[in-house]
């Protein structure tokens, strides 16, 4: 059975979101805890989370993706999220509470009515906090539901969240080398770096709309040490198989300054993509036949 690096501890959000796929599930305590398993060699597979539709792109899963030596995406996989206020059995008062920041930026408006005046703070994940109010450090927790079963603790609340049908993206990754066939519903991923230039953001993008390409996420994150220069993470619907996609990465590649291929994988929605992939390959065979003088 492959084994898969999640960010942990037992009870995080992204636990659940490996358990959905095959294999013996390894935590850690962090995002580049997970990233360095899998670089070693120490697992087969890492799974993080990558982005949530309230709180945005995940930093240190962006950063940790550039970082040393690629890595690939081979699957995806959403989450519902919402949260569950734990406690130890028997408290009274809560004075702090713990927890990841995208968890504690979900839920700050129910805190703020429900517990005024209450210290946040954040913790390295949902689960860690947890543990840490089990260990007496803090009042409470906002947790994942599977939490409660894992730690000493008892719900103070359950289903809290400030936005309805908050969701988590997290991503499989894997050595490269892995490349996932083409199912007709996938999403590639690349970073690239571009020159300071005026217009070369319009124009990376130029070269998707004109493929017919659709663009599903833009981020952007800064150089370390070089304020003002990016590194724009772009996310389309395609697979790099099909030739529009690959025409369209070879493009970015002449944008770009540099560039890192992030997976080509089957979307979390399964929800086709309309590819145009005969129109595409019935011009390519038109131009081959125009090279050989067979047609005009
Ligand atoms: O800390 C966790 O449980 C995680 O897996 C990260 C996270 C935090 C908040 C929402 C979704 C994922």
């Avoid at 990754?173 to 230039?197: I, K, M, W, Y």
């Avoid at 198989?241 to 690959?246: D, F, K, L, V």
């Amino acid at each position: 059975m492959p084994r898969i690096a999640y960010f942990g501890p037992q009870g995080t959000f992204t636990e659940q979101a490996a358990l959905r796929f095959e294999g013996e599930l390894v935590p850690v305590e962090t995002i580049p805890l997970a990233f360095a398993a899998l670089r070693k060699g120490e697992t087969e597979f890492a799974c993080v989370p990558i982005e949530n539709s309230v709180e945005g792109a995940v930093p240190a899963t962006l950063d940790a993706l550039v970082r040393d030596e690629p890595v690939v995406a081979v699957a995806e996989t959403v989450l519902d999220v919402r949260f569950s206020i734990l406690v130890r059995p028997g408290t009274r008062e809560i004075k702090t509470i713990a927890s990841h920041p995208h968890a504690l930026a979900q839920v700050r408006e129910w805190i703020a009515a429900e517990l005024p005046g209450v210290t946040s703070i954040a913790t390295s994940s949902t689960a860690a906090a947890a543990a840490a109010v089990e260990r007496g450090e803090f009042d409470a927790a906002v947790t994942a539901p599977v939490a409660v079963h894992h730690y000493a603790l008892e719900e103070f609340a359950v289903d809290v969240l400030d936005v309805p049908d908050a969701r988590t993206r997290f991503l499989l990754l894997a050595q490269p080398g892995q490349l996932p066939e083409p199912t007709g519903a996938d999403r590639t991923s690349v970073v690239v770096t571009t020159p300071n230039r005026v217009g070369v953001l319009s124009e990376l993008l130029t070269e998707l709309a004109l493929r017919g390409i659709n663009l599903t996420g833009l981020e952007s994150r800064p150089q370390k040490g070089k304020l003002g220069t990016y590194r724009f993470y772009i996310d389309v619907e395609g697979h790099i198989a099909e030739p529009r996609i690959g025409d369209a990465l070879a493009a970015l590649h002449r944008h770009s300054r540099e560039i890192r291929f992030l997976g080509s994988f089957p979307k979390a929605d399964h929800e086709p993509v309309e590819a145009h992939n005969d129109e595409f390959a019935a011009a390519a065979a038109w131009v081959d036949a125009v090279r050989k003088g067979e047609r005009g």
